[in-house]
């Protein structure tokens, strides 16, 4: 199920110079339409009011609003590591820019840098989801793979065993030195409804990704609706490293599975 790629594949090459409030993208389910006019269509909003409000003092909310077909399921979850304000900011945006986006769906997800959300008039409070996923990779090789790709590995699987401890929160995060000049930076997080397992079976596929998009890459980003995946050679967490030397041109990839 997670190797098959065949309903779409888009690819495109830009180079990086979106505003902090720019997503990084968004799905909305096409199979999902709703009357803008419509009750649940109501729900969807009194919901992202919530989100906008509750969110930001917790890093994470998963409830729902309304009853019988009417029943709005939504999440909403900031990126660990990411400041209260940040925070507050990014879901702000999410909240506004997802029903600008996806105006007739019962079903949307918007990924921001710093936050991610989503709604549906289904429950999926609990699924591992990585049915839908966007990738962006830096378009430039690293001079090393063989070495790279084994402290990449290692870096990994560290951060993926520590985003399973309960007191993490989903958040795995850490740096490998690979020469006094070039640093390694790697994130992980899955969203904060999952169990410890799930958690786990989301983060190996997104890693397992890195073969097929990501390949001896400099850096890759993978985004899911249950976890996220991420790194670079130059520090893009908090507290960031004095040398930020900011990203270069990358390529964006959304597939469906």
């Known amino acids: 199920m997670y190797s098959s790629y065949t309903i779409m594949f888009l690819l495109f090459i830009c180079t990086w110079g979106a505003k902090a409030d720019d997503p990084l993208g968004q799905f909305c389910n096409e199979n999902s339409k709703i009357s803008s006019g419509g009750k649940l269509s109501a729900n969807i909003d009194k919901l992202l009011a919530e989100l906008a409000l509750k969110?930001?003092?917790?890093?994470?909310?998963?409830?729902?609003y309304g009853k019988d077909q009417d029943k709005v399921y939504a999440l909403a979850q900031c990126r660990g590591d990411v400041s209260t304000q940040d925070c507050n900011n990014c879901i702000q945006d999410a909240t506004k820019q997802i029903r600008q986006r996806c105006p007739n769906q019962a079903d949307a997800r918007i990924w921001y840098d710093y936050c991610f959300l989503r709604y549906s008039d289904k429950s999926f409070f609990g699924e591992v989801d990585t049915s839908f996923g966007i990738f962006?990779?830096?378009v430039e090789n690293v001079?090393?793979?063989e070495a790279f790709n084994k402290e990449l590995g290692a870096l990994m699987d560290h951060i993926r065993a520590q985003a399973v401890v309960p007191r993490e929160k989903g958040l795995g995060k850490g740096k490998s030195v690979l020469s006094p000049f070039v640093t390694l930076y790697a994130l992980v997080q899955?969203?904060?409804d999952l169990s410890d397992i799930s958690c786990s079976q989301c983060l190996a596929v997104a890693v397992s990704n890195f073969p097929k998009f990501c390949s001896n890459r400099k850096g890759c980003r993978v985004l899911y609706s249950s976890c996220y995946v991420r790194y670079e050679l130059y520090p893009f967490f908090f507290p960031l490293d004095s040398n930020n030397s900011g990203p270069s041109n990358t390529a964006k990839v959304m597939v469906y599975t």
């Open 136 to 138: 962006y990779f830096n």
């Open 143 to 145: 001079t090393d793979p």
């Open 55 to 64: 969110t930001p003092s917790t890093g994470f909310v998963a409830t729902t």
């Open 190 to 192: 899955c969203t904060r």
